[in-house]
């Protein structure tokens, strides 16, 4: 008998949208397919109830990425690429990215909503909903169409858990219970599905990649990788920058691509003290570009003439390496954790006010000795229903158990 997690806050409502009669769904301007996978379910909610919606993206280029085509065949979506659209009359959705950011081309519109899981930037619309918590696009959009009561067929279930697949690197990224809630019941076709994660990258890229990892930028005592990518799709950005990852030693990686506009880079951290999404953004200070992102994953644009003004002609990967010691040189980091003295005075006891938490008492929702599987957010376990065994309810409405004691 599983028990999961109860969200602490609702989430948004769709049908108060309905009000709207002209509705458009803008994805990234390089669309992935969480981004496509979530406008996808939007697209089939306005639909059903008597507004079809104008969905598309406004990057300089086409579709191209396997997984994306495949998902257009597949989904039959009519998504449009409308790079020269600046104005929309009515409602505009983002969805896998946020108004005004730097990978979504500017479209002004009566009112605007977000749709989005990655950490909030700059003011952001209050409509909609923005979930940094939650892994996927596809997530809250599942979410969505749950508490509208919208009928979720194996179709559009395929989809939104290949969107949460692609978002979390094949799952293995997953935290929250609600991601791992629609990743185990969502009905979906598993052959497609498969084909989907199959599709993820075209012969070019295996090429791309190679020549990426023998440039690879590599120093041993910082831990970081630093690689240059030839012009490809921002995409690949991401997957080398997560496979670079995987090597014994590194904990920081960046991988850019330069084209006549400017310079498109991905960072990964795992380092604990290296804030990903910082990062990006101080790479990009003084009016250089745009960037940002969580803090793991980070990413954004720098524009050749400004850096041109600027540091030309210094190497970029010079820049990119310099810029990141000093990110990390500016801290001062006091581990309270560690044996090692502190200066005195640095450290000062205080006494937290007490917090109002909720548990429960197994025995009284369940009969003893029942099985219960436990969706906390250190992982799913296994425990069984004895007088002893209470259910804690955190502060983020999160799930796990504890003794009586």
Not at 30 to 58: M, R, V
Not at 111 to 132: F, K, N, S, T
Not at 266 to 285: F, Q, Y
């Amino acid at each position: 008998m599983p028990v999961s997690y109860t969200h602490d806050v609702p989430f948004f409502s769709l049908s108060s949208l309905l009000a709207h009669k002209r509705v458009a769904l803008q994805c990234p301007d390089s669309p992935t397919p969480d981004s496509l996978a979530a406008a996808f379910g939007l697209f089939l909610f306005f639909k059903a109830n008597g507004c079809t919606p104008h969905w598309f993206y406004c990057g300089p280029e086409p579709l191209s990425r396997p997984n994306a085509l495949e998902m257009q065949r597949a989904f039959a979506l009519t998504i449009r690429h409308e790079p020269d659209l600046q104005y929309w009359r009515g409602l505009l959705i983002t969805v896998g990215c946020q108004y005004g950011a730097a990978s979504l081309g500017k479209v002004t519109a009566d009112a605007v909503a977000v749709v989005d899981c990655h950490v909030p930037e700059g003011d952001q619309a209050v409509l909609g909903e923005i979930r940094p918590y939650l892994t996927s696009c596809s997530t809250i959009v599942h979410e969505l169409l749950l508490q509208a009561e919208f009928p979720i067929d194996h179709t559009l279930g395929t989809a939104l858990r290949f969107g949460l697949y692609a978002a979390s690197n094949a799952f293995s990224e997953i935290r929250f219970p609600v991601d791992k809630d629609m990743r185990d019941t969502v009905d979906h076709d598993p052959r497609l599905f498969l084909n989907l994660a199959r599709s993820n990258l075209c012969p070019e890229d295996l090429s791309l990649t190679a020549k990426a990892l023998c440039s690879l930028d590599f120093q041993t005592g910082d831990g970081m990788v630093i690689s240059n990518l030839l012009p490809c799709d921002p995409e690949l950005l991401r997957f080398i920058a997560d496979l670079a990852l995987h090597v014994h030693g590194v904990d920081l990686s960046l991988v850019f691509m330069e084209t006549d506009q400017g310079t498109r880079f991905s960072i990964r951290s795992v380092h604990r003290e290296i804030h990903a999404g910082k990062a990006a953004a101080g790479l990009v200070a003084d009016g250089l570009g745009a960037g940002g992102g969580d803090v793991e994953k980070g990413g954004g644009f720098i524009s050749a003439a400004k850096y041109d003004a600027a540091f030309a002609p210094r190497p970029l990967t010079d820049f990119f390496r310099d810029a990141l010691r000093a990110y990390r040189d500016a801290y001062d980091l006091f581990d309270c954790r560690s044996d090692a003295p502190l200066s005195p005075g640095v450290l000062h006891a205080y006494q937290k006010r007490p917090v109002l938490l909720a548990y429960v008492v197994c025995s009284r929702l369940f009969p003893k000795q029942t099985r219960l599987e436990v969706r906390m957010l250190e992982g799913d376990i296994v425990i069984t229903v004895t007088p002893d065994t209470y259910l804690m309810i955190g502060l983020a409405g999160e799930v796990y158990p504890i003794r009586k004691k």
